[in-house]
């Protein structure tokens, strides 16, 4: 069977994660299943960077979507069919949410997000980026109707597309991603590379794992924060690891924390790499996270693989996420919030409790070799 994977997509979150791990596995889950990689030059320099054997795999690296998401765009749905033809492709596989509308062999469609959606997610964007968001959501909902499989990392979503938008049960499949074997491996002992992150992990400290994006509720965050050690009496630090690309709302946070007298309290740590944030999973009170809008969210995976006490928005597919492993909120809240974070600043017996129920939910969760090989069945089936 060949397979053509169009990796020409923009990744965030964990979303390369997923996709190394996918590429990773497939030759060595079937050695009978030859793969075609289309890639970006960044994509490519991000496949390297993860150690991939990229001279195992037909790899194309293609300029114009690399440009901008109108012209990959353009490129997917007008240009890249044709690329496929003397490829003599069986399956054309699109992790990235779109799949073209008409392409040569079967197509199968990977969704992984659902805030274009949802009009309070959009509502956080500029006017060009709600076009886009727009043109995504409908391009993601045409894709899907006409591609032979689609793939939903939750029965939530799903749901929302088969009830709300018409996508047909039988093609419909969920598979939920899958754990990332670094974070549940050599469980309690994990190291820091970055002494400034060591050092300020060195007092209790909560953490948020959270691009920096006006939608993931940080505000909210840093309210209830605030609230909670007024009520609880503990000092504890917030430490809010992930990348800041947004300048205006950068600044509101920074507003924030100066009118909430939180300046000595709350550290920004930017993206950290992989084994320093296993090292703050394992060295957190507990994981705060405020997003009310999440698929199946990458961050709580591999918070529950370390085994990291929860208190979570419980809103979208975060319940069906963690289950009975964290503390639920209502993210439009801040008292709400406050209340489970103050439950888990003074309560030892909850964060124990809910350290083991999320090693266990986590153990419920497949690993990538099972992701792939769930996937590769629903490919064989069409092939």
Same mark, same amino acid.
């Given at each position: 069977m060949k397979v053509a994977i169009n990796a020409t997509f923009n990744p965030g979150g964990g979303a390369i994660t997923q996709l190394v791990n996918i590429v990773r596995y497939f030759s060595s889950e079937d050695n009978r299943v030859k793969l075609v990689i289309y890639v970006t030059k960044r994509m490519l320099g991000l496949l390297k960077a993860e150690g991939l054997p990229l001279d195992q795999y037909d790899i194309v690296v293609c300029r114009i979507p690399g440009i901008s998401v109108i012209m990959r765009i353009i490129w997917e749905q007008l240009v890249f069919p044709f690329l496929l033809i003397p490829k003599q492709i069986d399956v054309l596989f699109c992790p990235g949410n779109i799949a073209p509308l008409f392409s040569p062999g079967r197509r199968v469609q990977w969704i992984g997000t659902i805030g274009p959606f949802y009009k309070d997610f959009c509502r956080h964007f500029s006017?060009? !980026?709600?076009?886009?968001?727009?043109?995504?959501?409908?391009?993601?909902?045409?894709?899907?109707?006409?591609?032979?499989?689609v793939i939903f990392e939750s029965h939530f979503t799903k749901d929302l597309f088969v009830t709300r938008y018409g996508i047909?049960?039988?093609?419909?499949?969920?598979?939920?991603?899958?754990?990332?074997?670094?974070?549940?491996?050599?469980?309690?002992?994990?190291?820091?590379?970055?002494?400034?992150?060591?050092?300020?992990?060195?007092?209790?400290?909560?953490?948020? @794992?959270?691009?920096?994006?006006?939608?993931?509720?940080?505000?909210?965050?840093?309210?209830?924060?605030?609230?909670?050690?007024?009520?609880?009496?503990?000092?504890?630090?917030?430490?809010?690891?992930?990348?800041?690309?947004?300048?205006?709302?950068?600044?509101?946070? @920074?507003?924030?924390?100066?009118?909430?007298?939180?300046?000595?309290?709350?550290?920004?740590?930017?993206s950290v790499e992989k084994r320093n944030l296993r090292y703050l999973y394992e060295k957190c009170l507990f994981l705060a996270?405020?997003?009310?809008?999440?698929?199946?969210?990458?961050?709580?995976?591999?918070?529950?693989?370390?085994?990291?006490?929860?208190?979570?928005?419980?809103?979208?597919?975060?319940?069906?996420?963690?289950?009975?492993?964290?503390?639920?909120?209502?993210?439009?809240?801040?008292?709400?919030?406050?209340?489970?974070?103050?439950?888990?600043?003074?309560?030892?017996?909850?964060?124990?409790?809910?350290?083991?129920?999320?090693?266990?939910?986590?153990? !419920?969760?497949?690993?990538?070799?099972? @992701?792939?090989?769930?996937?590769?069945?629903?490919?064989?089936?069409?092939?």
């Open positions: 006017v060009a !980026e709600r076009i886009k968001l727009f043109c995504n959501k409908h391009l993601m909902i045409g894709s899907a109707s006409r591609a032979n499989a047909k049960e039988e093609k419909a499949h969920v598979i939920q991603i899958g754990k990332d074997s670094f974070f549940y491996a050599d469980s309690g002992k994990a190291s820091c590379s970055n002494p400034i992150i060591a050092k300020k992990s060195e007092a209790p400290f909560i953490l948020c @794992v959270s691009h920096l994006y006006p939608y993931k509720n940080i505000m909210r965050l840093l309210q209830a924060y605030s609230i909670a050690l007024e009520t609880s009496g503990i000092r504890v630090k917030l430490l809010i690891a992930g990348s800041r690309d947004y300048a205006s709302y950068n600044k509101q946070i @920074v507003d924030t924390i100066d009118q909430l007298s939180l300046r000595d309290s709350v550290y920004f740590l930017g996270f405020p997003s009310p809008f999440e698929n199946f969210a990458y961050t709580l995976v591999e918070a529950m693989s370390c085994g990291v006490p929860i208190a979570c928005s419980n809103t979208t597919a975060m319940p069906e996420t963690c289950k009975n492993a964290a503390l639920y909120f209502d993210p439009r809240d801040s008292l709400d919030m406050a209340k489970r974070f103050e439950t888990l600043m003074t309560d030892g017996a909850v964060r124990l409790s809910l350290s083991e129920k999320a090693r266990s939910r986590a153990e !419920e969760l497949p690993d990538y070799s099972e @992701v792939t090989q769930k996937t590769l069945d629903i490919m064989s089936n069409l092939a």
